[in-house]
Nanobody
Framework: QVQLVESGGGLVQAGGSLRLSCAAS????????MGWFRQATGKEREFVAA????????AYTNSVKGRFTISRVNAKNTVYLQMNNLKSEDTAVYYC?????????????????WGQGTQVTVSS
C-alpha cells in the first residue's frame, strides 16, 4: 500500500523558516514527478512546487520563487520543501503528491498519490 507522510509543519513567525518532509512508502518514486500543493481555508488547492524524478527539473509558483526550495533524496524515497522568509499568506495545509505529469506538473488532478497534509501557520 502506497503512503505519503508529510511532516515538519507548525507555527512560525513571519520571516521564519520551516522544512517540510514527505516520506513515501509502498513503492519507489525515484522516476516519479513529485509535487507540493497547499490549500488555505476557504480557497482552492494550489500548486507550490514540483520536482522531476532525477531532480534536474524544478518548478515553482511565482509567489514562492526565491523563498522555497524543493529537493529529493531518492535513496530515502523522500521529498523536501525548504521554506524561508515565510509570509502570512503562506499559511495553509501543505500536501505532498506523487506520480504527477512531467508536463502538467502544476495540475493537481494529474497526481495519483497524496499525503494527509501538514499545517503551516505563519503569524505576522
Amino acid at each position: 500500500q502506497v503512503q505519503l507522510v508529510e511532516s515538519g509543519g507548525g507555527l512560525v513567525q513571519a520571516g521564519g523558516s520551516l522544512r517540510l518532509s514527505c516520506a513515501a512508502s509502498g513503492r519507489t518514486f525515484s522516476t516519479s514527478t513529485m509535487g507540493w500543493f497547499r490549500q488555505a481555508t476557504g480557497k482552492e488547492r494550489e500548486f507550490v512546487a514540483a520536482i522531476s524524478g532525477s531532480g534536474s527539473n524544478l518548478a515553482y509558483t511565482n509567489s514562492v520563487k526565491g523563498r522555497f526550495t524543493i529537493s529529493r533524496v531518492n535513496a530515502k524515497n523522500t521529498v523536501y520543501l525548504q521554506m524561508n522568509n515565510l509570509k502570512s499568506e503562506d499559511t495553509a495545509v501543505y500536501y505532498c503528491a506523487a506520480d504527477g505529469s512531467i508536463v502538467y506538473y502544476s495540475d493537481y488532478s494529474r497526481y495519483t498519490y497524496w499525503g494527509q497534509g501538514t499545517q503551516v501557520t505563519v503569524s505576522s
